[in-house]
């Protein structure tokens, strides 16, 4: 029984289209490990009342935030509010510096307070072409299967 070569297997369309379909499914599926990293930042004077402090889209548009927050004042009273935890500072010719977990949010009773709020973060701008990727993947593995059945079946039969 004769035995097919490599190059003869590489003849059959198919099997070429879905080898090719697989490097290119790998190519895709590596340009998604590709990062970027963002930042924002904000700063300011914080009166008595509630504050929002961030980006709401920013901070949650990106992956892996890393927040710092530096707040300072002669005389204040305020709380940093973390889910449903309340954490209070009093701060005298004072500065503080925090890394909070979450979006802060600062609830200032007395004096004011100045702030420098900064969050970095990961984006991965080429992370949706994965399902590209993987339908590629799919038809790859099917178009090689379909070549190379035929091609152990033309061996079979001795045509090549």
Known sequence: MPMGTLREAMGYPLLRAGILLLVLALLISAAGFYRVTKSYSSSGTLGEGMHYLGDDKF???YVYPNRT?????ENATFSLL???E???YTL???SLTLYPAQRPVIYV???RVEYNYTVTAQDYPYAVYSLVAFVLMLVGVVFSFMGYTQFLRDVKEGKK
């Open 82 to 84: 973390q889910g449903d």
């Open 59 to 61: 901070e949650t548009d």
């Open 109 to 111: 009773f007395k004096g």
């Open 92 to 94: 005298v010719n004072d």
């Open 69 to 73: 927050l530096v707040v300072q004042s």
């Open 86 to 88: 309340m954490y209070n």
